[in-house]
């Protein structure tokens, strides 16, 4: 050969071209999918949404004062303003297949409002429940401003126009594999149901189709509902036939499939509608601090559009579009705010980790997924019925779609000359001192019971209420 080189080993792999757009997706975003199969998918959407929706009210209603009526009207408004602002993001917004809904990034601030002083001498349960209430109210309000201000003034499209996929890879590997504590923890607390849900739902959707060869995509693309159904009936047939009935309150609080208390709670036909806990009130303090989460949220949901583009097979989101999208987010916890959901809004990881799943990024699959979220939370009881799933099985569906975001993250390394020490160091840095920072949060507020800049304020973290 010319130069004296030596001619390639014919054994020797060879390098994968990058690709701008995801190839072997079934249905990108303007292709959908035949009507009775668009619509299974989209009420699969509507389940995986709905463990977030069900668990963060779970967990910060009781805190509040409320009971089981309280906390099924919470969840019922969580839902219909997720379905209103999953429409208006996937009509106005990105136009991008993703899912608005509850977000665990406002759960540590709503936790210090609900703990605030000045609602213990409140002797009535309901009346402090609802003052709290009003308070997360005009927290939200106030902090939605933050991202309407960034999104639509496009201040946020000159801060992304830094988002190289050096700088992606960490950002929305971060965004999926940060949520771990939401994954196999939530598995254990009831590990004869949340273990196999999480062996099934490997087993169908990775292996069954490469074993069957059937070419028609019922396996992998329906995973979850199969599971689902099946690991269901097993955990209603353990608590019709009394396993848990010596079982210690947490055990059945999370292994039985009847103690959930929404559907005798729920009303059977009840409209959302804004003020309905009565007038928001404002406090500096707790705004502030709301509005720190906000900008948290942001920058998680600037990741998890990426991730949603890239499962969706698109084309790179421009950092226009992307500023609009934050927006409109903006406007999404503004409603949250109104309607009094106890949380704000932000994109559903779960649901970007689903668009890898099935391999179907089509935009009227989520817009249908939205008309689920709008009507079960309109006929409340029927909501209900689908809100007592089991706790450890929505987080085996999560050990599954936060590993698919955070390897989406991974894959813009296809773009990054990975020979290169400065780009190393980059990844390498950030990925670390992503997950150690938090970590030293968390050791420091476990040994003494506060954080490191210490405010005298009572605090809880997200794992303390979800146990």
């Given at each position: 050969?010319?130069?004296?080189?030596?001619?390639?080993?014919?054994?020797?792999?060879?390098?994968?071209?990058?690709?701008?757009?995801?190839?072997?997706?079934?249905?990108?975003?303007?292709?959908?999918?035949?009507?009775?199969?668009?619509?299974?998918?989209?009420?699969?959407?509507?389940?995986?949404?709905?463990?977030?929706?069900?668990?963060?009210?779970?967990?910060?209603?009781?805190?509040?004062?409320?009971?089981?009526?309280?906390?099924?009207?919470?969840?019922?408004?969580?839902?219909?303003?997720?379905?209103?602002?999953?429409?208006?993001?996937?009509?106005?917004?990105?136009?991008?297949?993703?899912?608005?809904?509850?977000?665990?990034?406002?759960?540590?601030?709503?936790?210090?409002?609900?703990?605030?002083?000045?609602?213990?001498?409140?002797?009535?349960?309901?009346?402090?429940?609802?003052?709290?209430?009003?308070?997360?109210?005009?927290?939200?309000?106030?902090?939605?401003?933050?991202?309407?201000?960034?999104?639509?003034?496009?201040?946020?499209?000159?801060?992304?126009?830094?988002?190289?996929?050096?700088?992606?890879?960490?950002?929305?590997?971060?965004?999926?594999?940060?949520?771990?504590?939401?994954?196999?923890?939530?598995?254990?607390?009831?590990?004869?149901?949340?273990?196999?849900?999480?062996?099934?739902?490997?087993?169908?959707?990775?292996?069954?189709?490469?074993?069957?060869?059937?070419?028609?995509?019922?396996?992998?693309?329906?995973?979850?509902?199969?599971?689902?159904?099946?690991?269901?009936?097993?955990?209603?047939?353990?608590?019709?036939?009394?396993?848990?009935?010596?079982?210690?309150?947490?055990?059945?609080?999370?292994?039985?499939?009847?103690?959930?208390?929404?559907?005798?709670?729920?009303?059977?036909?009840?409209?959302?509608?804004?003020?309905?806990?009565?007038?928001?009130?404002?406090?500096?303090?707790?705004?502030?601090?709301?509005?720190?989460?906000?900008?948290?949220?942001?920058?998680?949901?600037?990741?998890?559009?990426?991730?949603?583009?890239?499962?969706?097979?698109?084309?790179?989101?421009?950092?226009?579009?992307?500023?609009?999208?934050?927006?409109?987010?903006?406007?999404?916890?503004?409603?949250?705010?109104?309607?009094?959901?106890?949380?704000?809004?932000?994109?559903?990881?779960?649901?970007?980790?689903?668009?890898?799943?099935?391999?179907?990024?089509?935009?009227?699959?989520?817009?249908?997924?939205?008309?689920?979220?709008?009507?079960?939370?309109?006929?409340?009881?029927?909501?209900?019925?689908?809100?007592?799933?089991?706790?450890?099985?929505?987080?085996?569906?999560?050990?599954?779609?936060?590993?698919?975001?955070?390897?989406?993250?991974?894959?813009?390394?296809?773009?990054?000359?990975?020979?290169?020490?400065?780009?190393?160091?980059?990844?390498?840095?950030?990925?670390?001192?992503?997950?150690?920072?938090?970590?030293?949060?968390?050791?420091?507020?476990?040994?003494?019971?506060?954080?490191?800049?210490?405010?005298?304020?009572?605090?809880?973290t997200i794992q303390d209420l979800l146990v």
């Open positions: 050969m010319a130069g004296g080189g030596a001619p390639a080993k014919a054994d020797e792999p060879q390098p994968h071209p990058p690709k701008d757009q995801l190839p072997n997706i079934s249905y990108c975003i303007t292709s959908p999918p035949p009507w009775p199969e668009a619509i299974l998918l989209g009420f699969q959407h509507f389940l995986v949404m709905l463990g977030t929706t069900v668990l963060i009210p779970t967990a910060l209603v009781p805190q509040m004062g409320g009971g089981n009526n309280e906390k099924a009207r919470v969840i019922e408004t969580l839902l219909f303003v997720a379905g209103i602002n999953t429409l208006l993001q996937t009509m106005f917004g990105t136009r991008l297949p993703a899912v608005i809904g509850g977000s665990y990034t406002f759960v540590p601030t709503t936790i210090s409002i609900i703990l605030a002083g000045r609602f213990s001498d409140e002797p009535d349960p309901i009346e402090k429940f609802k003052r709290i209430m009003r308070s997360i109210q005009g927290a939200l309000i106030v902090a939605s401003t933050l991202q309407i201000v960034l999104g639509f003034s496009g201040l946020w499209r000159n801060v992304a126009r830094f988002l190289s996929p050096l700088s992606s890879v960490p950002l929305v590997s971060l965004v999926g594999f940060g949520l771990y504590e939401l994954g196999f923890p939530g598995v254990a607390k009831c590990v004869e149901i949340g273990l196999p849900q999480l062996i099934l739902l490997v087993f169908v959707s990775q292996y069954v189709p490469h074993v069957l060869h059937s070419g028609k995509h019922i396996f992998d693309r329906f995973a979850v509902l199969f599971t689902i159904v099946i690991v269901w009936i097993y955990a209603h047939l353990l608590t019709v036939g009394g396993a848990y009935n010596d079982a210690p309150h947490k055990t059945q609080i999370s292994c039985r499939t009847d103690r959930a208390g929404l559907i005798d709670a729920a009303p059977w036909i009840r409209i959302p509608y804004p003020f309905q806990w009565g007038a928001p009130s404002f406090d500096a303090g707790e705004a502030f601090a709301m509005m720190m989460a906000s900008f948290v949220s942001l920058v998680e949901s600037s990741g998890a559009f990426i991730a949603v583009y890239r499962y969706a097979s698109a084309t790179p989101l421009p950092p226009s579009i992307l500023s609009r999208g934050i927006g409109w987010q903006g406007v999404g916890i503004l409603l949250s705010g109104l309607f009094g959901t106890v949380n704000g809004s932000s994109v559903s990881v779960e649901n970007a980790g689903l668009l890898a799943l099935t391999r179907v990024g089509s935009r009227r699959v989520v817009q249908i997924s939205a008309g689920f979220m709008i009507f079960f939370s309109i006929l409340g009881k029927f909501g209900a019925v689908f809100a007592s799933i089991p706790p450890p099985i929505i987080a085996a569906l999560y050990c599954l779609f936060f590993a698919y975001v955070g390897a989406g993250g991974l894959s813009f390394l296809q773009f990054c000359n990975l020979n290169s020490f400065r780009t190393k160091f980059i990844l390498g840095f950030s990925i670390f001192i992503g997950l150690s920072v938090p970590q030293y949060f968390n050791e420091y507020t476990a040994i003494n019971g506060y954080g490191p800049v210490h405010t005298g304020a009572r605090w809880r």
